[in-house]
């Protein structure tokens, strides 16, 4: 079974930019989650999406948003790129329902800011 | 406020046992999950503690204590292999939501 997939691995932006990241989970797995890691503050939740609802919610600005497609596949969207914002971001994929909780992780799109 | 708290790095034996401690405080506990992370690798589920007492897997052993805001990954028979990082994160629920938070991680050294 294919693992959990992130596009790009690698991206370089300019402040004030805005990004798309994308994030295929494994196939039947319905929830996607998504997080920023900073080597200064860990791994931070951002969103949690299940069948193309924002099921739940970390504490991040706005200009960080995602969606969710029918096919599961998520997208997480940051607006107006900040230097703060470069960071290795992960997504999570799990089956998203109860006494399932075991997520697997991509291997991250790694973000910088210039 | 929510925080958890665990050590920064550790350094065991090749063979020893390691215990990684955590505690937290959040007001809506719902399950306290150990993930085990590489350098430059994504993380991997470790294990899920959602009532008190001991899960047991393998090698590895966790333990909660929900009324003490208490966790520990337990490491048996070390391997260099289990150099990486251990992040405890518990899930918090607020309002029918839930948040995931994560300590900065413990790094752990295995030495020959």
């Known amino acids: 079974k294919a693992g959990v997939t992130q596009t790009p691995r690698y991206l370089i932006k300019t402040r004030g930019q805005q990004v798309t990241l994308s994030c295929s989970p494994i196939?039947?797995?319905?929830?996607v989650s998504w997080y920023q890691q900073t080597p200064g503050q860990g791994l931070q939740f951002l969103f949690e999406y299940f069948s193309e609802t924002q099921r739940n919610k970390g504490n991040f600005p706005g200009r960080f948003s995602g969606r969710q497609f029918s096919n599961s596949r998520s997208e997480m969207n940051v607006s107006t790129l900040e230097l703060g914002d470069s960071a290795l971001y992960l997504c999570?994929?799990?089956?998203?329902?109860?006494?399932?909780?075991?997520?697997?992780f991509g291997q991250g799109t790694r973000l910088t800011v210039v | 406020g929510q925080n958890i708290d665990q050590p920064t790095e550790m350094t065991a034996t090749e063979g020893a046992i390691v215990q990684i401690n955590c505690t937290y405080q959040?007001?809506?506990?719902?399950?306290l999950f150990w993930y085990q992370q590489h350098a430059g690798e994504a993380p991997t589920f470790l294990s899920y503690n959602v009532l008190d007492g001991l899960e047991e897997k393998g090698r590895f052993s966790s333990f909660l204590s929900r009324s003490k805001g208490y966790s520990y990954l337990l490491l048996k028979e070390l391997q260099m292999k289990d150099s990486a990082s251990y992040l405890c994160a518990v899930r918090d629920s607020n309002s029918g939501t839930y948040k995931y938070i994560f300590g900065t991680g413990t790094r752990l050294k295995v030495l020959a």
């Open positions: 196939s039947g797995h319905r929830s």
């Open positions: 999570a994929s799990s089956p998203g329902i109860t006494g399932e909780v075991e997520a697997f």
């Open positions: 959040t007001s809506g506990f719902n399950g």
